[in-house]
């Protein structure tokens, strides 16, 4: 499994990345990034 130290410098990478060929797609990224991050810490208290 992806270890969340690594998956969020991993995603704010790729989002940079994205962000600099494509400045429109701005707030999508942004928000689908905050989603994932929100789902990744609310995720675990409900499994576990």
């Known amino acids: 499994m992806i ?3 690594l ?8 989002a940079g990345i994205l962000i ?5 797609l701005l707030n999508y990224i ?3 990034y905050l989603i ?3 789902l990744m810490g609310i995720v675990p208290q409900f499994t576990g």
Request: hydrophobic share 65%; charged share 5%.
């Open 3 to 5: 270890d969340q130290v």
């Open 36 to 38: 994932l991050i929100g």
């Open 20 to 24: 600099l060929i494509f400045p429109t």
């Open 7 to 14: 998956l969020q410098p991993l995603g704010a990478l790729v």
């Open 30 to 32: 942004v928000a689908i």
